[in-house]
């Protein structure tokens, strides 16, 4: 922890006298209204300052004696230890050495217990130097050398708190656990582990945050994904062209299209009216029977680009307002009772009012308020918006590229939506992208089966139908009569 490393010995042993003598929560309120820091502290502080200091004292209290614990099998040395105090660790006398390195000629090794030996032999070697051992952890994309002393997990885990910060302690509150992983992302628990990546010319970690599942989860295989684009305005002195709309449905097409293999819809202009938008969807109702569900959808997901304003209206070609209420509504349980339990999911990527947000230095593109507002709240429904109530958006495509980045690197490995939305907003210093309402559970995406996909390919395209079932019907039929002549064949 940063604000711990950068306290010097004194204040260290005048927090660590406190720490043991009171209990925890006498401890955090000392450090929060007697202590010399308590006006740079608050509540979020305590754990994290909490598990530093008992870190610092589990570890120091072995630093004062080096020790290597050579054991192999109890053939090696029996089970000899060797302790080196710091101060001396180079002093490493005779007797000692004839110890490790010559006692053992006599015995018979095996395969493995050579290999095991060779390593003890090495960490003998290199404590009795002085040495260290140098390895890299990535730690939010950023790549650190450590220094450890011993093969070993909890000197590994030792070395790498000292380079974490609060805000990585702060990821409990959204529902993460911190895994430590190797570069083939297997997660690393165990010493044996931990040697094993050594054996690399280039021993490194990384650190991940999975999410602990608290709420009901739902996976979704078999979504139907509609798409209303308008990018094209009549009056463009009211309401300016959208050049960049192209670029978004090609993003959130190649994700749920190419990447989840999902049934894909979306209007084929980008100039519509009111009663366009209207007719779209009401023909995607009856083209893919919705009103029954007879596919079997377990999700339904609607992605609306284009101009907005902060009635949460979709701004139509010809300047008219259509609700993004109204298009909720169709959806809804009172309307389509064959959709209950299935989520809705909303991607809105448009304006919600008339003022542009302040940005940070990094990031030039969409603005994200840091209150939520206007988010539907219905059963079933999840809202993802590029920006909230009041605010309009610039002509940029980050946020949906942001919103396809961010699924495809970690659904597959059973990432929640919202978690993994609501991690990925905690990353951005400026807070201004988007924002995320949902209720009642998660949601997994999983991807589409292949072999759902061709049989929805070639029996539910509203093209294909009604030949494919005549075909299939031919085909039936085809072969009863090859099976009749066989059998009077056979009779004959």
Not at 98 to 108: A, F, S
Not at 402 to 419: R, V, W
Not at 465 to 476: D, L, Y
Request: charged share 30%; net charge positive.
């Amino acid at each position: 922890m940063k604000w711990w490393k950068e306290k010097n010995e004194k204040d260290k042993e005048e927090m660590i006298t406190k720490f043991e003598q009171l209990s925890s929560d006498d401890f955090g309120e000392w450090l929060l209204n007697q202590s010399k820091w308590k006006n740079d502290l608050n509540n979020e502080n305590i754990f994290a300052i909490d598990f530093a200091i008992q870190t610092y004292i589990d570890y120091h209290s072995i630093d004062d004696v080096l020790f290597v614990f050579f054991i192999v099998k109890r053939k090696l040395f029996k089970s000899h230890s060797f302790f080196f105090k710091k101060k001396n660790r180079k002093k490493i006398n005779s007797k000692n050495k004839e110890i490790g390195m010559t006692k053992n000629k006599d015995i018979n090794w095996n395969e493995t217990e050579q290999k095991e030996k060779a390593e003890i032999i090495e960490n003998f070697r290199i404590v009795s130097k002085g040495g260290e051992l140098t390895a890299y952890v990535i730690v939010n994309e950023r790549k650190i050398s450590i220094k450890m002393k011993e093969l070993t997990f909890e000197e590994l885990l030792h070395q790498i708190h000292t380079y974490l910060k609060l805000e990585h302690f702060q990821m409990d509150n959204n529902f993460l656990k911190i895994q430590l992983i190797d570069m083939k992302n297997n997660i690393v628990k165990s010493d044996e582990a931990v040697r094993k990546e050594f054996e690399r010319a280039e021993p490194s970690f990384g650190l991940r945050w999975n999410p602990i599942l608290i709420e009901k989860i739902k996976p979704i295989k078999n979504a139907l994904v509609v798409m209303i684009t308008i990018s094209e305005y009549c009056d463009n002195e009211i309401w300016c062209n959208l050049p960049n709309v192209q670029k978004d449905a090609d993003n959130l097409r190649q994700l749920f299209e190419q990447e989840l293999k999902y049934e894909f819809v979306h209007n084929k202009e980008f100039k519509m009216n009111k009663e366009d938008v209207a007719e779209f969807l009401e023909d995607v109702t009856i083209k893919h029977e919705l009103a029954k569900n007879k596919r079997k959808y377990d999700a339904l997901t609607i992605i609306i680009l284009g101009h907005g304003d902060k009635r949460d209206a979709l701004i139509t070609s010809e300047g008219a307002y259509f609700p993004i209420d109204c298009i909720r509504s169709l959806f809804n349980c009172s309307k389509m009772e064959s959709l209950r339990n299935c989520p809705k999911i909303f991607i809105i990527n448009t304006c919600h009012g008339n003022t542009v947000p302040q940005f940070s230095d990094l990031i030039q593109a969409k603005g994200y308020a840091t209150k939520q507002s206007n988010v539907h709240c219905g059963y079933d429904f999840l809202t993802i918006q590029s920006i909230t109530k009041g605010y309009q958006t610039i002509n940029l495509s980050l946020f949906n590229e942001d919103i396809e980045h961010t699924i495809i690197s970690k659904y597959k490995i059973c990432y929640p939506l919202t978690q993994m939305l609501n991690q990925n907003i905690m990353k951005r210093s400026d807070n201004e992208w988007y924002c995320v309402q949902s209720k009642h559970y998660d949601i997994v995406f999983q991807q589409r089966n292949t072999s759902l996909e061709l049989i929805d390919y070639f029996l539910c395209s509203s093209v294909r139908v009604s030949n494919k079932k005549n075909k299939i019907k031919q085909t039936i039929s085809s072969e009863l009569q090859k099976k009749k002549r066989r059998d009077n064949h056979k009779t004959t």
